[in-house]
Structures are given as C-alpha cells and as structure tokens.
C-alpha cells in the first residue's frame, strides 16, 4: 500500500532532476560567466592596428578635404561683398597672391586664399590674369571677377584728335590727357605725318606709343591713296600730295565739297597761279600754335614775307601746314574736274565758286554784305581774294 505522504522523486512532464535546494550563503554566489572568445593573433597584429588607424585618417582628410572643397568652391561662385561697380587696376608683373590680396584689400572679394587657390585650379596650358583696369560689377561673385581679368577685356579710354590739327596742337592734347603716361618727344614729328583719328587705350599707356602709332597710320593712309591718284595731276611727290591735302583741310569742313576746293588748287598750280590760301598765311605767322580765335587776318600779314606765304610766293609751302585726313587726300589725289579758280564764303558754312575773276569778284561783294549785315569785320574775306590782291590767270597764247 503506497504511502500518500510520500514526495514524487520527479516531477510530472518537465523531465529534470530533482530539485536540489541551495543554502543562502550559495545562491549568493555569482554564476560563472563563460570567458570571451580570444582574439586571433591576426588581429592582435601592431601593423593591423596601424593600418586600420590610417585608413581611418585617411577617409577623415578625404572627407574634410571634400568638405572644404566644397565650400571653397560654394563661396568662389557666390556674389561678391562689393556693393557698387568699381574699376580694379591689375598693374603689369602682378602675380595672382598680389591680385588676390588687392581684390580683398579693395572689399571686391571676401577672402583672398579662396581666389588665390580656386583661381589657380581655373587657370591652366599658360592662361594668366592680364594687365590693364577692369570694371567689376556690384555683387559680382569670384569666378566673374577671374573672367573679367582672364579676358583682358580692360578699360579703354579715348583721345580725339580732329583733322587740321597741327604736329603741336596735337602734342598738347595728348600732354593733357592724364590717363596717357610717359613724356612726348623732345623733337617733334613732321608736320602731316600723324594721322587725325580718335585713338583708344588702357590706362598706362605711354604717349610715345600713341605718337608711334599715330605715324605709321598716316603712312600708311597716304600710301594707299597716292597709288590711287589720278595720274594728270600736277603734283610728283608723296611730300607734295600731302602739303595740298594739308592745305585743303584746313579750307574747309565740309565733306561735299573738299574736292571741288581741290579743283581749285590744282587748277591754279596747273596755270602758275599762287595758290593764294589764307591759311598758310596764317601758319607762316603763328606756326604750329595756331592763330588765336579773336585775332582777324589783315591785309598787312597778305604781304607779310614768309615761306608759307601763297600770296607772295609760287607753288606750294615748304611742308604742310596740318594733318590732313582721309577725305582731303582722297579730295586731292582725285579732284573735281572743274574751270574754277576761285571761291569765297556763301555764309552758309560752305563756299560759293568761279571760273572768272568778274564772277568772283561779284560773289565777294555779296559776301561783304553777308558780313556786315551780322557786324563783322568785312575787311576779312573767307576764301580767294577780291580786286587787287586777286590774282588773274595768264592770258593763253
């Protein structure tokens, strides 16, 4: 008979052993921890360690050399602190440090390595920045800034010096220009030999540049037209061709009728007549200077001896007496075919012309009316003389 009292040694369905009761003092103890797998000696190796520790440095340079490079590129394409266009000037010789550190120094960029560097990247196979004076735009960011002064596009200013001028009238205004540099010729070139045009130029350019090029244009000019010139003219030399060009310049303004006053001259040289122009009377007197704007021409300075005199002397001047332009030497070199051998103011701003003394004589008279209508001087006579200091054409056999 089984005793009812009596424990079961096992337990029904968890399939253990017998629970074994533990005193207080043993389950206080700490179970043992299974120790950690050991690291293989691979990896404990000093080189691995290393390794591990430069590709670890190495990706932080490169993310921090990206990182950088990025902005360095964000802040070259970015608009600039300039708040105003200003002109920069990038003086010959300058290397890009100094450029940067004018840029900056001039508030045109916000820091100067960042150009320095970004713009060294850009410029490659020989390309530098190029001398002259820029304008640079407001907010203009880095990279405008680098193709403005890549391209050399700089500054050009501008001096005009208008046909009929003198070697010395010249001369001064290119003194005055305070953008030219460098000191004029201690002798002047000959008269005629600088072409009238408006030259332009970036600021310091030398005035002997100017002049240097001044001449070779004129050269030039006068060559390509005198080949173009009508042979049955009176005239045989280059020098000559340019003396009547001189002459006719400074007759008259207009365009449309340079070459009829040509006809006239060539037609008087033609004959033997005195040229009888009063501006070579007016540069045998004042020269190169000029004859002041408030001194008239007097019958006395008619006869007034001087080689530039036409009224006394036959043939042409000396030299010219200006520098002519294109239009008075083409007028020259291919005249009017006309019988005129005289012609006098119309009080338009042109002339009026004749083939005979009387016809002059008469178109003279009217332009002494003209004259003293608006209180001039009707002594003055704008053109070839009237009465006795006319001269008249030999009489043909």
Known sequence: MSDTNHVNDQPAGNGRGPIIPKSPNEALKPERVPEPPRRSRKARSQLIIFLNFVMTMVVGVCVAAIAGFYYMISAYQEPGPLEANTHFMVRPGSGLAEIATNLERNGIVSDARIFRYVTATYLRGGETLKAGEYEIKARASMKDIM??????KSILYSVVLPEGLTVRQMMLRLA????????????????GSLRPDTYKFSRGSKRSDIIQQMRVAQQKM???IWERRDPDLPIKTKEEFVVLASIVERETGKEDERAHVASVFINRLQKGMRLQSDPTIVYGIFGGEGKPSDRPIFKSDL??????NTYQVKGLPPTPISNPGRAALEAVANPWRTNDLYFV????????????????????????????????NPEVVDGQPDGEEAEKPPKSN
């Open 147 to 152: 193709e403005v002064l890549e391209s050399g």
């Open 303 to 308: 006869a007034r001896p001087t080689p530039y």
């Open 222 to 224: 006068v060559d390509q």
């Open 345 to 376: 103011a119309d009080g338009t701003g042109g002339h009026v012309f004749a083939a005979t003394l009387e016809e002059h004589n008469a178109n003279v008279r009217r332009w002494r009316r003209i004259e003293s209508e608006r209180a001039a």
């Open 176 to 191: 005055e220009d305070t953008v030219l540099e460098g000191d004029l010729p201690a002798e002047l070139p000959p008269e």
